[in-house]
């Protein structure tokens, strides 16, 4: 007796981010002043909304071309090896790429010192899009069950489009000591440790940064954009 299982992109879409990375990637759409490593002017940054709201013509355009349709095939490729067990098809991405890590409690410097590993790498960093180098992306966090939502499910799809963008970002770059480094500040990598370890290989390397409370409580401060005149922050973002 045969089972047969049929998921389709309706059951798991594709992530508006990974649509919004293929368009710049397949259409060769520079980034320009990419804003999270500005840790100076203490702005709240949320491009997540125009991302979303141009998925839909976005997804038309990538899946317009070769490239485009490839990179979202591969995609749910990896997905279906992290979801059977399937070692050796990750093993080649543990093989050719060195991920590097940086973990911390927000407003910890981990920003800094993640733009700081890519220049020393030769990168621009205002160059380095979002979903590359910073947080949010793998989507990994505390369990949820609730229609339409499984969290274990949402971390697995999101690194399988994560190791995608890393093989078509960095997939042609210069290896340092016989690997390809992949920086990444990977705060949501606290809620899922041994997963990421397993995934990205032994030779992972995780960097905790470590900052003064006071003067992180200050950063936290002026991050929500100071007091507000009835003593009460409104919620913006995941920094309050």
């Not at 594709?14 to 999270?36: C, G, K, R, T």
């Not at 543990?94 to 990168?123: D, M």
């Not at 180098?133 to 799809?157: C, I, W």
């Not at 992972?204 to 003593?231: A, M, Q, W």
């Amino acid at each position: 007796m045969g089972v047969e299982l049929k998921l389709t992109d309706n059951e798991l879409p594709v992530s508006p981010v990974f649509i919004d990375f293929l368009l710049h990637a397949v259409e060769d759409i520079p980034y320009e002043d990419a804003p999270w490593g500005d840790q100076l002017s203490e702005v709240m940054v949320n491009d997540q909304r125009r991302i979303v709201e141009q998925a839909a013509e976005n997804a038309r355009r990538v899946l317009a071309t070769r490239d485009g349709q490839k990179a979202i095939a591969r995609s749910y490729e990896l997905l279906m090896a992290l979801m059977t067990g399937n070692v050796e098809a990750i093993k080649d991405i543990q093989l050719k790429f060195h991920f590097i890590n940086i973990i911390g409690v927000p407003r910890n410097g981990g920003s800094y010192l993640t733009k700081e590993v890519y220049r020393a790498l030769g990168y621009d960093p205002a160059r380095v899009p979002n979903v590359i180098a910073h947080d949010g992306f793998p989507d990994a966090g505390p369990f949820r069950f609730e229609k339409g939502v499984n969290s274990y499910m949402t971390a697995l799809h999101t690194l399988a489009e994560y190791l995608t963008m890393v093989e078509v970002y960095f997939g042609r770059n210069k290896p340092h000591s016989g690997k390809i480094p992949v920086p990444k500040k990977l705060l949501k990598g606290t809620y899922a440790g041994g997963f990421f370890h397993r995934i990205l290989g032994d030779a992972v390397e995780n960097i905790f940064t470590v900052r003064h409370p006071v003067t992180s409580c200050i950063s936290t401060y002026e991050k929500s954009g100071g007091l507000p005149p009835d003593e009460r922050f409104a919620v913006r973002g995941n920094i309050e």
